[in-house]
């Protein structure tokens, strides 16, 4: 199964999986099994999702990502449990993060929000008295 996107400002999804069912309380849904995605932004590195599962909406194309999610872009290596590609909203939500990694750094974080237009980033911890860490090797 395969569905493809190219949004207003030239950025293109691509997601792909090994299977998909459809969801009984839901025609709009499918769960995908054995998930990869690819964002394409112009002038951009790829990044790359990969996942077990995820749901996807036929019509808004937000896609939500579970169970041992990775993904990769440019030298960031994130594991996580959740990501959600909010289409419409231009966004990634990216959370209960196991690991982060960029070259020879560690982030140590809850959540990682992704603005896909302005690339702006927001990094959070679920506790208001936990910091965000970063880590050099």
């Known amino acids: 199964l395969e569905y493809k996107s190219i949004d207003a400002y030239g950025n ?41 599962f995820a749901l996807h909406n036929k019509l808004t194309f937000n896609t939500k990502f579970y ?8 030298a960031i290596k994130v594991m996580s449990d959740n ?6 909203e231009n966004r990634v939500d990216l959370y209960n993060i196991n690991s ?3 070259k ?14 302005t690339k702006n980033i927001s990094i959070n911890m679920y506790k208001d008295n936990q910091r965000i860490k970063i880590l050099y090797k």
């Open 83 to 88: 990501l959600d590609l909010l289409y419409l």
């Open 12 to 52: 293109e999804y691509l997601i792909k999986s090994s299977k998909a069912e459809s969801l009984e309380n839901s025609s709009n849904n499918l769960k995908l099994i054995k998930v990869t995605a690819i964002i394409y932004s112009p002038k951009k590195m790829p990044i790359m999702i990969k996942s077990d």
């Open 100 to 102: 982060a990694n960029y």
């Open 104 to 117: 020879e750094s560690k982030l140590l974080a809850d959540k990682i929000t992704f603005d896909i237009l």
């Open 67 to 74: 169970d041992n999610v990775e993904i990769l872009h440019d």
